[in-house]
């Protein structure tokens, strides 16, 4: 288990009262095709590779693919694009034979489960678009709207759904939280801000803690709080990535567009940093001068 909905193993085959038949290695995903044949997610050489059949690569990206579901009519595979590695952000898509790719929704914040209608007319999926919750979404191929599908009070993932049209869907409830604990002190104090707050770092100066709140928008925010819980000051937006050593900055990785940025804690002006040739960011560090910082990326 990684992260989500994303897993390695080793593909495996099986009659409902046999054992397992091993098969293929570092399989995360498959979906059965007409006649048995069988599409799967496998990442090669740092890219995710959608198969269909094995062997045939339809669709590649250094984020990764996830729910790969065969068409009724077996030509074509919808499947969830997310752009992040381990980040369920990311678009609803559909490829064909001849690897022509359509995008059928806008960016979601966060994306999950793929279930075709028999007919091979709508695509069901669960989409959140601002850090509230998974809600089950259908979008029409005929005219490309998005549209909700059923309101519910929690997050749900479409799983599967019957020739009689019942469907299989997982609720799921979680919480992120930030808490921190001063010396001396017997209790814990928590600085989570709503349900959704991780990457918490120390400022030097130890009386301040950094963390993301992961509903601070499409793009999450960087946020401070003081060790005494007084109200959060927002410094930006993205993923935090670290503090410079002098405590003076806040280096940050950004999803749409992809790229990086560094963010004053104090005064200052906030700096984007030229993406240059990289299509994706990762990881960033500060160097020891403060004046530098190492990317990770494609």
Request: glycine content about 12%; aromatic content about 8%; hydrophobic content about 40%.
């Amino acid at each position: 288990y990684r992260n989500h909905r994303v897993l390695d193993g080793t593909l495996a085959r099986m009659s409902v009262e046999g054992d397992p038949r091993p098969l293929i290695e570092n399989v995360r995903d498959a979906d059965w095709g007409e006649g048995g044949e069988l599409a799967i997610v496998r990442r090669v050489g740092g890219v995710d590779r959608l198969e269909y059949p094995i062997g045939n690569v339809l669709y590649e990206t250094p984020g990764y693919i996830g729910e790969p579901r065969i068409a009724p009519d077996g030509k074509r595979v919808a499947f969830l694009d997310h752009q992040w590695w381990l980040d369920d952000r990311g678009w609803l898509k559909v490829v064909d034979e001849s690897r022509e790719v359509a995008t059928l929704s806008d960016e979601f914040w966060a994306i999950q489960g793929v279930v075709w209608h028999p007919n091979g007319s709508e695509i069901l999926f669960s989409g959140d678009r601002g850090g509230s919750a998974l809600q089950p979404l259908v979008v029409d191929l005929d005219d490309g709207l998005v549209r909700p599908f059923l309101g519910v009070p929690n997050s749900m993932t479409i799983l599967d759904r019957d020739d009689q049209g019942r469907l299989l869907a997982l609720g799921t409830s979680t919480f992120y939280g930030v808490a921190a604990h001063v010396r001396d002190s017997d209790e814990d104090i928590d600085l989570t801000w709503l349900d959704n707050c991780w990457g918490a770092v120390l400022h030097p100066d130890n009386k301040k803690v950094l963390f993301v709140d992961g509903r601070g928008g499409v793009n999450y925010s960087i946020v401070s709080r003081t060790v005494d819980g007084s109200p959060l000051t927002t410094l930006g937006e993205g993923d935090l990535e670290g503090i410079s050593p002098d405590g003076n900055w806040v280096l940050a990785q950004v999803a749409t567009p992809p790229g990086a940025a560094v963010y004053p804690i104090g005064t200052g002006t906030a700096r984007k940093l030229p993406a240059g040739p990289l299509v994706q960011f990762h990881n960033g560090f500060w160097f020891p001068d403060n004046e530098h910082v190492l990317i990770i990326g494609n």
